[in-house]
């Protein structure tokens, strides 16, 4: 219990990890293969992964409780776990009742005191979405139109996603002990560095490290929250909870798209593009640091654990 922040956000590193390889991928393979391999490799390798899952991801210990045939692969996850008990042949599994939400509605998330933490929550994830949205679509062209080559935007969009995992691997350690702390810390961390990006004129080793240093703000806060929304809400309605944040935050995520066109269609200066991303991330910091408040008030601290 003690780590469920970080097997959440370990379990979420695959995803820089294959947007880092696809700008990897576009900058090595798309000149001599044509642009048709991005698609050949995006289509090819997730039918791969589903052969290796199918055969190799293991299934949850509740659900093979739940069936009767398979109680000798319960009784080896149970000894794995918990060596020092003793597991006869005749021991009897059973999984403690609890309550569950059923259904989708999100009343349950504005009740018992969470309808403040919720909206905010919410607010977050949306002006998060739309700054990492912003940045994921519209970093490569802008980078285009300031001078840099073809290649140079290719590294800058696997820099963004690989200083993602390294920002990722720090909140690994600090999430579990400082609940919402380094979310704050991040957001407020990524707005001067967003805003470096647009002054015109920089050199190209400093554009990519500043294309690191926003991916190890956005991404890392992506993780960050992934874990928190994990955290916050009691077991009976966690899945819900999460659910509806992440679906929320896809309002962010088209939002930011559709922003980043009509800036473009506007015809504004480069400083002027990257203030957009800058801007929602400074609102994040704020609707973050309400959200620790109340963090702090309902857990008693900064940790986020009811015990």
Known sequence: KRLRAAFIIITQFGIPAGQALGGMVSGLWVPAHGWRVVFFLGGVVPLLLTLVAYFLLPESIKYLVLQASRVAEVRRIATILRPELPHPEDAQFVIPSSAVTTGISPLKLFSAGLASMTALLWLVQIALQVAN???????????????????????????????????????????????????????????????????????????????????????????????????????????????????????????????????????????????????????????????????????????????
């Open 133 to 307: 949205s912003f940045m994921i679509s519209w970093l490569p062209l802008l980078l285009r139109s300031a001078g840099a080559t073809r290649s140079h935007t290719a590294v800058s969009t696997s820099l963004y996603s690989i200083g993602g995992m390294i920002g990722g691997t720090l909140m690994l350690f600090l999430v579990d002990r400082f609940g919402a702390i380094p979310i704050v810390a991040m957001f407020a961390l990524g707005v001067p560095v967003v805003v470096g990006l647009g002054v015109p004129g920089l050199p190209t080793v400093v554009v990519l490290g500043a294309a690191a240093g926003a991916g190890f703000c956005i991404i890392s806060i992506n993780f960050g929250m992934n874990a928190v929304m994990g955290m916050i809400y009691p077991t009976a309605i966690r899945s819900n909870g999460v659910g509806w944040t992440m679906a929320v935050g896809r309002i962010g995520s088209l939002s930011g798209s559709v922003l980043g066109g009509l800036l473009l269609g506007m015809h504004l200066s480069q400083r002027q593009l990257f203030l957009a991303p800058a801007i929602f991330l400074g609102i994040g910091a704020v609707l973050c640091a309400l959200f620790l408040r109340l963090c702090i008030r309902r857990f008693r601290g900064y940790r986020l654990d009811e015990a």
